[in-house]
């Protein structure tokens, strides 16, 4: 099974601290953010992975290399100048992501959520892993029932950025620059998305004050 890593996002939301590198090489308690995501994959028995490359994304592709000295296989994605967003991503990177179901986390979260839970084979076009609603998204994205995400009433809970997507999510989808979203949702009205309920650590690192926040919670002390 092969994983992705989306790391080409512009980090506006980080700026200053994104002025000069880009978000994935941040440090989270000494080590870059993205190392925590390639050695979590690794540990699952994930070791080929995909990073998709826009913003600075030659100091991202310097840092990693070829994944050799982490234990992994690095292939990388690159979309130019500017992200594609989460879908267009996808859809670029399917040729180095193969014809089987893969995994796709977002670079910018750290969570010990253990990739190993993931199925190998969704029983729907995606399985994603859904956590409480934090502060800045208390109305969550999607409802789950059963096993199975609903985009209606019900409690709702925050989608991870976690997930397994089958290459046939995007198989209507032409190239270019769209969000991942839509096709989430039209597959969640088939009843074609399955999800768990993760309740472990997780946060999403969207601005300076919750990269501070995940620093304090895991520096020693």
Not at 27 to 32: D, L
Not at 75 to 83: A, D, K, L, R, T
Not at 107 to 122: E, F, H, K, Q, V
Not at 185 to 207: P, Q
Request: glycine share 12%.
């Amino acid at each position: 099974m092969k994983a992705m890593i989306l790391a080409a996002g512009r980090g506006e939301r980080m700026r200053p601290l994104t002025n000069t590198l880009p978000k994935p090489l941040l440090t989270v308690a000494g080590k870059p953010l993205i190392h925590y995501h390639i050695e979590a994959l690794r540990a699952a028995g994930i070791t080929r992975l995909v990073i998709n490359l826009a913003y600075r994304g030659a100091q991202i592709q310097a840092a990693l290399g070829d994944g050799s000295r982490f234990g992994v296989q690095i292939q990388y994605s690159h979309e130019g100048p500017q992200p594609l967003e989460t879908g267009g991503g996808i859809l670029h990177a399917l040729a180095l992501l193969g014809d089987q179901p893969f995994i796709v986390v977002n670079g910018d979260i750290w969570t010990n959520y253990s990739y190993a839970r993931l199925p190998a084979r969704p029983p729907g076009l995606a399985h994603l892993v859904l956590v409480d609603n934090p502060p800045h998204n208390p109305q969550g994205d999607f409802a789950l029932r059963q096993g199975r995400v609903h985009d209606g009433d019900g409690v709702r809970l925050t989608y991870s950025g976690i997930g397994v997507y089958r290459p046939e999510l995007f198989s209507s989808c032409a190239a270019g620059r769209f969000p991942l979203a839509p096709l989430l949702r039209r597959a969640i009205a088939r009843g074609r998305v399955s999800a768990e309920h993760y309740t472990g650590t997780w946060f999403d690192i969207g601005t300076p004050a919750r990269l501070a926040e995940v620093e304090q919670r895991l520096s020693p002390g």
